[in-house]
Each structure stands twice: as structure tokens, then as C-alpha cells.
């Protein structure tokens, strides 16, 4: 029996050395995220950091170093398409980045873990862990601070509401008003609000001062068949 043949005690036990460590770390990391409710949750994170553990330590043992190096390689770009499967868009707002790439990083640690490089492993998932916990203050903190219009990077919007029957001269007005306030206007749509409809201008990416939109919209909101107008600003991108 073939198996009988090659089968060789010390290999066996780095193997399981490898696994283990691979399960260890990625329950860590695994534990956190089941914590937070997400969607890849503590089950995923474990069998990502064991199957890429699993898949460099065999490479290791067929091909050595070369082999696991290309296994690796496929590993970073296989674990892609999973980390794919947890991001959602919901209109404008995407979710599951930050679950998508922390399936990346425990198929980082799987891979340390694989190839025999069980203090690195256990150094990445600290900071795993640390990316995921410590800085969420941070996060909060940035958050709740006031949006800079002229440093941050937003896409700013011209909303008007307007009398369905004065659409179309409407928007050939808003085009010119915010170019005469250096605002080129990027795109302009109009949607219907039951029996009215809502214009919606698209600004050319640029850096923007919030008083003079508001003068803009205040002056928009003065044309005959204005019902309200304001704009606003979007970082979802």
C-alpha cells in the first residue's frame, strides 16, 4: 500500500502542527467577526486560514518552497472570488468590504501557518485582530467629525422638485445657474414623484464651497415652478 510506503511520522506531525495553528488563529480572527453579527462569520474564518494552511503544506511537501510559493499565489487570487460572495451593494452604499478582506488576511495566516511560519501567523493575526477592534474608535471618531467639502473626495448633488409640465426648461436653467457658479454639471436627470418630478444634477468631480450652493439652491427655489430645492453630498463611492 502506497500510503504505507510514504507515510512518514515527522511530516505527519508538521502537518498537524500546521492545521492546528491555522485553526488556532483563524478562530481568533473568526470569533471576532461572529461577534459583530457579520456574514462570514467564525466557521468561514477557520476553514479559509485551515484550507490555505492545508493547501501550502502539501505544496511544501511535494515541491518544497517553490512549490508552496505558487500555491500561494493561487491561494491570494482564489480567495477573491470567496471575499466577492460578501459584498452587497444596496444603491448607493456597498457593505462587506471590511469581511471580504478579512477573509484575505486569515488566508494570509492559513498560509504562514502552512508554510511552517507559525510566529508570522500568529503576528498577522494580531494584527487582524487589531485592524478590526482598536481602530474602530478611529472609524467612529472620523465619522462623526464635519464633512470638509473642499477636502473631502464626495460626489455633490443638485435635487430640485418641480412642476412636471416645467421639466424640461427647468433643467437647461439649472445647467446654466451652477456654470455661472463654476459648478459644470456631469450629468441631469429627472424622475417622476408622482405628480411632480424631481431634477437631479450630477456635478463634475471638484472641490466645492458649501455657501454657495447654498445661494444656488436658495435662487433655483425662487423659479416659477420650483417647488423646493437643495443639494447634498455622497462618499459611498
Given at each position: ?62 515541491a518544497a518552497a ?5 500555491v500561494i499565489a ?47 501567523a500568529a503576528a ?114
Amino acid at each position: 500500500m502506497r500510503f504505507l510506503e510514504t507515510f512518514q511520522t515527522a511530516d505527519f506531525i508538521d502537518t498537524l502542527i500546521s492545521l492546528s495553528a491555522a485553526f488556532v488563529l483563524g478562530t481568533l480572527i473568526g470569533a471576532e467577526r461572529q461577534y459583530r453579527l457579520r456574514s462570514a462569520g467564525l466557521r468561514t474564518n477557520v476553514l479559509v486560514a485551515v484550507g490555505a494552511a492545508a493547501f501550502v503544506d502539501l505544496a511544501m511537501h511535494l515541491a518544497a518552497a517553490d512549490g508552496a510559493v505558487r500555491v500561494i499565489a493561487y491561494v491570494v487570487s482564489g480567495i477573491g472570488f470567496l471575499g466577492a460572495g460578501v459584498i452587497m451593494k444596496e444603491g448607493t452604499n456597498v457593505r462587506g468590504l471590511n469581511t471580504a478582506a478579512t477573509l484575505w488576511a486569515s488566508a494570509a495566516v492559513g498560509s504562514c501557518a502552512g508554510a511552517d511560519m507559525l510566529a508570522q501567523a500568529a503576528a498577522l493575526t494580531v494584527f487582524v485582530l487589531a485592524g478590526n477592534t482598536l481602530l474602530r474608535p478611529l472609524v467612529n471618531a472620523i465619522n462623526r467629525a464635519p464633512i470638509d467639502e473642499q477636502a473631502s473626495e464626495a460626489t455633490y448633488f443638485v435635487k430640485l422638485l418641480v412642476d412636471a409640465g416645467a421639466s424640461a426648461g427647468l433643467r437647461d436653467q439649472v445647467v446654466e445657474r451652477l456654470e455661472a457658479a463654476q459648478y459644470p454639471v456631469a450629468e441631469i436627470e429627472a424622475f417622476p414623484r408622482g405628480d411632480l418630478q424631481e431634477i437631479v444634477a450630477t456635478l463634475v468631480s471638484t472641490a466645492v464651497q458649501a455657501k454657495e450652493l447654498d445661494l444656488v439652491a436658495a435662487d433655483l427655489q425662487r423659479t416659477p415652478g420650483v417647488h423646493h430645492a437643495t443639494w447634498e453630498s455622497s462618499t459611498k463611492d
